[in-house]
C-alpha cells in the first residue's frame, strides 16, 4: 500500500561527503514526520534526523552541524545531506515515515541502503 524506498549510499573517504534521497509511494494522506536511520553491525538502530511536515528538524548529537536534513512535502521525500563523514557513520541507513492513509496511520520503513566511509 505504501512504499518507501531509499538511494544514494555508497562509499565515500573520510571528509567526503554523500546524499541520500528517499520517496515514499502509494495511498498517501500525509506524511506527518519523515526521518532517516542508521544501523551499524552489532548495534541496534539509532535516529539520525527527522523533520515534520512543518519543517522541525531533530538530530542526533553525532551528527549535528555535519548533516542536513530536508523534505519535498509536495512529493513526499525526503533527504539527508551528509558532509565531514566519519568511519563511525558507516552503517545502513533507513528511511522512515509516519504516513497517514485511507486505512490508518502506520509508520514505514525502506530496505535500506549502505553508507561505507573508509578511513
Known amino acids: 500500500q505504501v512504499q518507501v524506498v531509499e538511494s544514494g549510499g555508497g562509499l565515500v573517504q573520510t571528509g567526503g561527503s554523500l546524499r541520500l534521497s528517499c520517496a515514499a509511494s502509494?495511498?498517501?494522506?500525509?506524511?506527518?514526520?519523515m526521518g532517516w536511520y542508521r544501523q551499524a553491525p552489532g548495534n541496534q538502530r539509532e535516529l539520525v534526523a527527522t523533520?515534520?511536515?512543518?519543517?522541525?528538524?531533530n538530530y542526533a548529537d553525532s551528527v549535528k552541524g555535519r548533516f542536513t536534513i530536508s523534505r519535498d512535502n509536495a512529493k513526499n521525500t525526503v533527504d539527508l545531506r551528509m558532509n565531514s563523514l566519519k568511519p563511525e557513520d558507516t552503517a545502513v541507513y533507513y528511511c522512515?515515515?509516519?504516513?497517514?492513509?485511507?486505512?490508518?496511520?502506520?509508520?514505514?520503513w525502506g530496505q535500506g541502503t549502505q553508507v561505507t566511509v573508509s578511513s
Open positions: 522512515n515515515g509516519f504516513v497517514r492513509t485511507d486505512t490508518g496511520a502506520n509508520s514505514y
Open positions: 502509494g495511498r498517501i494522506f500525509s506524511i506527518n514526520r
Open positions: 523533520i515534520t511536515s512543518g519543517g522541525s528538524t
